[in-house]
């Protein structure tokens, strides 16, 4: 019978040893024979560093020292080089000695191994993507700014014979922006990177700022939109720019998948505590197959013949990813090809705050604008010129550098109030020239905004760390940035 049982337990590759208390073997089956590599005779009466490589005595006889002192079991892993072979050691102690399980564990381990490869490699490739957005959102902003700002100068100087082609670079320009805007959100989100800024809000006045956005889509399409949405009485506890992105993406996506003419419908309520947004169309409709993987990356619906406005379907992802953050749900319906969608989005409810007081903030808004002296340092000199003309045409006395040493210098003969840094400079990058600066003599109290097109969560983070008291990113919007000089 025990020889039946060494055969067995020696098929399945499991080894038994028995040692006395002087750690030498004093029965061993057939596996463990395998396992050495010698006969049985050569094996009994011989202590492990006898008969295994320093390596392995080294893995295992420390384990059956503790096991013999201790009197208490002990499990670990042994790797054997010469075989290349990975083994589980079960030590059962007794007053006679110890006893091993060897178990062969090779399989799991190179499993676990590979595993672990495959984790380092997505890792590695997931920084690696974080990295390309980065330098993706960066590249795209930097020639971005400059056309934006340039279209905002044609329109400010009035020029109203280029009005059809100012148009059409507008409408591209923001199409441009929302799709790089995209590209770093959804990334952003995915991995939890975005902070949420949360406060008591009315989903009346997400729901009015969300319609500014996509008016000018709707309008292009010749969309009749239907509003249903009470003033008062639908709050909730949110970010109320990123409530506003979910409706704006919501609205823009029913425009871009309803033909010209169609009809959009959205309307709030509270419904059993929550607070429900339903933003419906009469649009292409959705395939059932489609429906469980809208809200996945990348994935679009069929799309209209004219592929309006176009897309890289992460509107959506985003949609369900920010509204998961703010602990509510969004679902899609729809009864299939040319039927319409429906999105219902399904957010916690809770008490409204008492809006606060605008004597003050009226008084500010009404206050007059000083004109200030503003260096703008950007290596693009596009961007540097287009900056600097928008700004002098409002009265304010602008120097323009495009690297650091040359702004060091002006700085020095004409200290600014404002300076306006790009981060990405030859030379000296924007933060060595922002605490440069604030050691010159009298500059010590400048106001310093970083200008870039780098936008992640961290970037803002190292710049407020740096120094500056501000960070805006590329394309700069010229009305935002005239609040920030008179603020």
């Known amino acids: 019978m025990l020889d039946d049982l060494n055969r067995t337990l020696g098929a399945v590759g499991v080894g038994i040893a028995a040692l006395d208390t002087e750690l030498r073997y004093v029965f061993v089956n057939d596996a463990v024979e395998a396992i050495v590599g010698k006969p049985r ?4 009466g011989r202590t492990p560093e006898e008969l295994v490589p320093p390596d392995v005595v080294e893995q295992t006889v420390p384990h059956l020292r503790r096991a013999m002192a201790t009197g208490k079991p002990v499990r670990h892993d042994v790797y054997d080089p010469q075989v290349e072979r990975w083994y589980e050691h079960r030590l059962y102690p007794s007053p006679a000695g110890i006893a091993i399980v060897f178990i062969d564990i ?27 957005f980065a330098i993706l959102g960066h590249e795209l902003r930097n020639p971005l700014s400059p056309i934006l700002t340039a279209l905002q100068l044609m329109k400010q100087r009035g020029d109203r014979s280029t009005i059809r082609e100012q148009t059409v670079i507008e409408r591209q320009v923001n199409q441009l922006t929302r799709l790089v805007d995209d590209l770093l959100d959804v990334s952003r989100i995915a991995r939890g990177k975005v902070e949420l800024k949360p406060e008591i809000v009315e989903v009346f006045s ?3 700022s969300a319609i500014e956005v996509a008016t000018p889509l709707l309008e292009s399409r010749a969309h009749t939109l239907t509003v249903h949405v009470p003033r008062t009485g639908l709050a909730v506890e949110g970010d109320a720019g990123r409530l506003r992105q979910v409706v704006s993406n ?21 419904e059993e505590g929550q607070v429900v947004i339903r933003v419906g169309d009469n649009g292409i409709g959705l395939m ?55 999105f219902v989005v399904r957010l916690p409810a809770c008490e409204p705050e008492r809006a606060p007081a605008l004597a003050e903030e009226a008084q500010v808004a009404g206050a ?60 000296m990058d924007g933060y060595e020239l922002a605490a440069r600066l604030k050691e010159l003599p009298g500059l010590d ?34 009305d935002l940035l005239e609040e920030l000089i008179s603020g």
Do not use: C, W
Request: no cysteine; hydrophobic share 40%; net charge negative.
């Open 41 to 44: 005779d050569d094996i009994i």
């Open 288 to 342: 059932p197959d489609v429906l469980p993987h809208l809200f996945d990356m990348f994935v679009q619906g069929r799309r209209a013949v004219d592929r309006a406005e176009g897309g890289l379907g992460l509107g959506l992802s985003i949609v369900h990813n920010l509204v998961e953050r703010h602990g509510g749900t969004v679902t899609v319906h729809s009864d299939g090809p040319d039927t319409g969608s429906e």
């Open 106 to 132: 090779t399989d799991r381990k190179f499993a676990e191994h590979e595993q672990q490869r495959l984790l380092d490699a997505a890792e590695s490739a997931n920084r690696a993507k974080d990295e390309f």
């Open 445 to 478: 109290g400048v106001r310093l905004v970083a200008v870039t097109g780098y936008g992640q969560e961290s970037d803002k983070r190292r710049s407020l760390e740096a120094g500056f008291h501000e960070h805006l990113v590329k394309p700069v919007d010229i």
């Open 368 to 427: 007059p604008k000083n004109a200030v002296r503003v260096l703008v340092v950007d290596d693009n000199p596009d961007a540097a010129e287009m900056l600097a003309t928008a700004l002098a045409l409002r009265g304010h006395d602008v120097r323009v550098a495009h690297d650091g040493p040359e702004a060091l210098r002006i700085a020095t003969e004409e200290p600014p109030t404002l300076a306006l840094l790009d981060i990405g400079l030859p030379v």
């Open 250 to 270: 919501l609205l823009t996506n029913a425009a871009k998948y309803t033909p010209p003419g169609g009809q959009i419908s959205i309307s709030a309520e509270n």
């Open 206 to 208: 997400v729901i009015s």
